[in-house]
Structures are given as structure tokens and as C-alpha cells.
């Protein structure tokens, strides 16, 4: 079974530049998770979403920073411009429609450069 | 408040060495779920396991063990007869109604084992 799927690995850009970041979950998982993680530091939760729905987004900088998930599988988060306190790796995880268990399988990561 | 301190920020051991990753936890609530989880230099992060605050008994898992006590708020982390292989950074979380059912991650012990 294909793992969460992250794209791109890597990015680099100059600051103000806009810049996106894909995930596809694990077939079935139907809760979807963006969470930041910077250097050094544990994982923050940006959003999570339930299907197509986002049920919990109160860390995600709205002035900047958006995500969707249209048909309830695949996700896209988007920033708008970048600045750069945003380099940081961007982690996309999904679990099991099993409730809040916690267990979540984790894709790659995105890595942001902002120069 | 939801919090969760590894004291811990690098260990060093020799190869077969023994190893304890310290946890320590702030919550209010009275139902809440311990984790650990592990991120290799590939990025992912890779779930070893999960403890419900109802349940104190420690756990065995191969060379894994984990030993949760509530009454000094730890969830502890041993790995005995320690491998190169398990070079990574280890995260302990928590999770609970009051963080939204959102994981709570620690900032990370970064454990390097060397031949």
C-alpha cells in the first residue's frame, strides 16, 4: 500500500514569490492533517480536515497561507507570499477513519527555502 | 495548558548500549493518549506507539519498552542494546479533547547511535 505522498520534496524561492505544496493521503484515510515543522522544533498542526470539511484550522495564518481539499482526497496547501520566517518542512499525514486515535502515517515532508 | 517537554535535546551512545528518551507532560484533562514517534533523516515521521491515560502498564515491544507513570507525569522511552539503525529524532506527544484532538508534539531528542 502507497504511503502519504508529498510533493515537491524541495523548494526554493525568494521571498513574496507565491508557492504550493500537494499531498495525497493513503487510500481511505479520510482525515488529512498540514502540520509545519521547523528546525529543530516538534510538528505544529496548520489544519486538519474531515473529508472535504476543515475542522480545525485556527493555527493556519489566514493572511497568507491557504489549503483545500476539494474532493475529500487529495490537498494543497498554497502560500501567498512567502516570507522568510516560513522556511520550515511542510508535513502532510493522514489517519484511518477509526476516530482520534492519533496514529498518523506521515508523508516526506516538503522542505521550504525562502530567500 | 497542553505541554510536553523532552528535556533531552541530543544523546550520544556506543552501539548496544542501553538508552532512556525522558517525557514529561502538562495536561488538565483526565482522558488523554501518549505517543512516541520516530523521524529518520528521510523526514517521516514513523508511529511506534500509542498509551491511554487508563492504562499504566509498561510495554515491550522487541528491543522497545516504555515506561508511563502518572503520578510524575512521564512516559519514558528506553531502547535497549542500542543499533546504528535507530539513529533518528524521537518525538513524544500528547493528545486530548482540549488540544482539539490535535497531536501535542515535544520538541524532539535527537539520538544518534555510533558504531
Known amino acids: 500500500e502507497a504511503g502519504v505522498v508529498q510533493s515537491p520534496r524541495y523548494k526554493i524561492i525568494e521571498k513574496k514569490q507565491p508557492v504550493a505544496f500537494w499531498c495525497n493521503p493513503i487510500?481511505?484515510?479520510?482525515?488529512l492533517y498540514w502540520y509545519l515543522q521547523n528546525l529543530g522544533q516538534g510538528p505544529e498542526l496548520l489544519i486538519r480536515y474531515e473529508n472535504e470539511e476543515a475542522v480545525d484550522d485556527s493555527q493556519l495564518p489566514k493572511d497568507r497561507f491557504s489549503a483545500e481539499r476539494l474532493k475529500g482526497v487529495d490537498s494543497t496547501l498554497k502560500i501567498q507570499p512567502a516570507e522568510l520566517g516560513d522556511s520550515a518542512v511542510y508535513l502532510c499525514a493522514s489517519s484511518s477513519p477509526r476516530g482520534n486515535t492519533g496514529e498518523l502515517f506521515f508523508g516526506e515532508g516538503s522542505r521550504l527555502t525562502v530567500l | 495548558a497542553q505541554k510536553v517537554t523532552q528535556a533531552q535535546t541530543e544523546i550520544s551512545v556506543v552501539e548496544k548500549e542501553d538508552v532512556t528518551l525522558d517525557c514529561v507532560y502538562e495536561?488538565?484533562?483526565?482522558?488523554?493518549?501518549l505517543f512516541w514517534y520516530k523521524q529518520p533523516p528521510s523526514g517521516e515521521l514513523v508511529f511506534l506507539i500509542r498509551r491511554n491515560s487508563f492504562d499504566e502498564q509498561n510495554e515491550i515491544s522487541g528491543r522497545y519498552s516504555w515506561n508511563f507513570q502518572k503520578s510524575t507525569s512521564s512516559f519514558n522511552f528506553t531502547i535497549t542494546a542500542s543499533q546504528v539503525v535507530d539513529s533518528a529524532v524521537y518525538f513524544c506527544a500528547l493528545l486530548s479533547s482540549n488540544s482539539g484532538y490535535a497531536l501535542n508534539f515535544g520538541k524532539g531528542t535527537s539520538l544518534l547511535v555510533t558504531p
Open positions: 495536561t488538565r484533562d483526565t482522558t488523554y493518549y
Open positions: 487510500s481511505g484515510h479520510n482525515t
